[in-house]
């Protein structure tokens, strides 16, 4: 872990106890006790937009004619989506961790490194591109609160979140239209030039162009971003349903209101892992607008981190056997064969 990371990762475990200490511990925690093995089921829901998110990376790859021979099945794609989603939730890696995760679970499943960057790539730009709408959907309802006179200044907040997501999607993008990779590792060779570049830059133009081509099919990358949308717009049933089993029921306008701007307050918080204190500060910003308590608002953010350990601890487990299975494999190949 870097310093930096350590220093965000401090600040926001920080925030997050200290959050917890305001409201009061016992008063949160029997909140959450409510639910009891409901959240089991809150984390099984959350196969359905996984498998949203896991489609959107499979239809970049299906079925192209130059990748016949490396056809991507949907279960291979739910399988990396998962692991990368466990690493981004559970390790200090900020949100690097997971595509680099994804990218080496395709490749390891058959998929040529090049193409399997290129679609956790696009599939990634999409995917944000879909939490921004995402947001201003929520943005479009919460307008209609403060349309009576509710939290004006939480408004501005939630605007700049969005604006701070918006900005570095379109900068991501503009990047990778103008070779990322190669202009990234070109630096790197330049700060560490003692070694032959070569070969990796070779590689690093080959994802650029693989990229570039993969953005030339716009109906698939349309499909990408639709399924995208429906995975954010489909989580809104996992607010829904655990504020059910918590006993503070909210409709699914409330539900999608407190998913949409809670995940751009989580997404402008990127570099702290986890947003971490800062998911838990949203969902307290936005229980208001919609008449939730404040130890409900922080047993809902919990739910989630409940969530997030339930599906990911398998995830890392999981992902630590593929490693050695591969490795192993991998090392097999290697060995000689006697005549």
Avoid: C
Wanted: aromatic share 8%.
């Amino acid at each position: 872990m870097t310093r930096a990371a350590l220093i965000l990762l401090s600040i926001g475990t920080a925030l997050f106890v200290g959050l917890l200490a305001w409201q009061g511990f016992g008063s949160v925690a029997s909140t959450l006790l409510a639910a009891g093995w409901g959240l089991a089921l809150v984390a099984a829901f959350h196969l359905v937009p996984l498998a949203l998110d896991a489609g959107a990376i499979s239809v970049l790859l299906h079925r192209h004619p130059e990748r016949a021979h490396h056809h991507l099945s949907l279960r291979d794609a739910l399988f990396a989506r998962w692991v990368g989603e466990s690493v981004n939730s559970l390790l200090p890696a900020g949100q690097i961790g997971g595509p680099v995760v994804m990218v080496r679970q395709l490749s390891q499943r058959g998929m040529p490194m090049r193409d399997a960057a290129a679609a956790i790539t696009v599939s990634t730009t999409a995917q944000a591109l879909a939490q921004i709408i995402f947001a201003l959907l929520g943005l479009l309802l919460f307008g209609a609160y403060t349309a009576h006179g509710a939290l004006h200044d939480l408004q501005t907040a939630t605007l700049i979140a969005t604006g701070v997501l918006g900005a570095m999607i379109v900068g991501f993008y503009f990047a990778q239209r103008r070779g990322m990779f190669g202009r990234l590792l070109g630096v790197v060779s330049k700060l560490f030039g003692k070694r032959d570049w070569s070969a990796l830059m070779t590689r690093a133009e080959a994802v650029d162009a693989a990229v570039q081509a993969m953005y030339r099919e716009r109906g698939r990358v349309a499909v990408s971003f639709a399924l995208s949308l429906a995975g954010w717009i489909v989580g809104t049933v996992e607010v829904w349903l655990a504020l059910r089993l918590l006993g503070h029921p909210v409709d699914w306008v409330d539900a999608l209101l407190l998913e949409s701007l809670g995940q751009a307050i989580r997404g402008a918080a990127f570099m702290i892992p986890g947003s971490l204190g800062v998911q838990e500060g949203g969902y307290l910003l936005l229980a208001p607008l919609v008449g939730l308590p404040s130890d409900a608002a922080l047993a809902l953010s919990l739910s989630k981190r409940a969530r997030e350990i339930l599906l990911g601890l398998p995830g890392l487990l999981v992902l630590h056997f593929s490693e050695r299975s591969w490795q192993r494999r991998r090392a097999m190949r290697r060995v000689p064969v006697a005549d």
